[in-house]
């Protein structure tokens, strides 16, 4: 009997699927769902603004070559480096501690209005950070305002 090979294992590539409810404790912490920790605890990861108001948590890797990306843009284009402010100024290196936990410093907490609960959403190579109630809203618009079907998937090229 062979024994499956977990989704975030190097045979299938970097993998963050599932999104999970938690609570975010009066130091600002929360806990990592276990299915991401492994990823995560194996080397520091980096925190920071999202879009859509919630933050992104990048493994390292996947952080670097996103910022390879934004680096290419020229800084004389005004979008550009508003989009590096709002992106790299709110960056910040965390490392799950022996517990799974990561610390959101108060100012990336504020951005996304993180108070209570908040759900952490795989998004294949990163991971979404979302108020709860701010993920419901969005997942609200995702079904009923944006409609989400088959011609959006085709628009796209999927």
Known sequence: MTTPV?????AFGLMFLG???RGIDKKGRIT????????LQQEEAVITRGLDRCL????RDQFEALREKIRQKGISDPRARKFRRHFFSGAVNVKPDSMGRINIPSYLRDY???TGDVIVAG???YVEIWDAQRWKEEQ???YEEDG???????????
Do not use: K, V
Not at 56 to 59: E, S, T, V
Not at 148 to 158: D, R
């Open 56 to 59: 992104f948590l990048f493994p």
């Open 19 to 21: 999104q999970f409810e």
């Open 6 to 10: 977990p989704p975030s294992s190097p």
């Open 112 to 114: 996304a209005g993180l």
């Open 148 to 158: 989400i079907s088959a011609e959006t998937w085709e628009e796209l090229g999927i």
């Open 32 to 39: 990592l769902p276990a299915s991401y920790r492994e990823t």
């Open 123 to 125: 998004n294949d190579t």
């Open 140 to 142: 609200h618009s995702l």
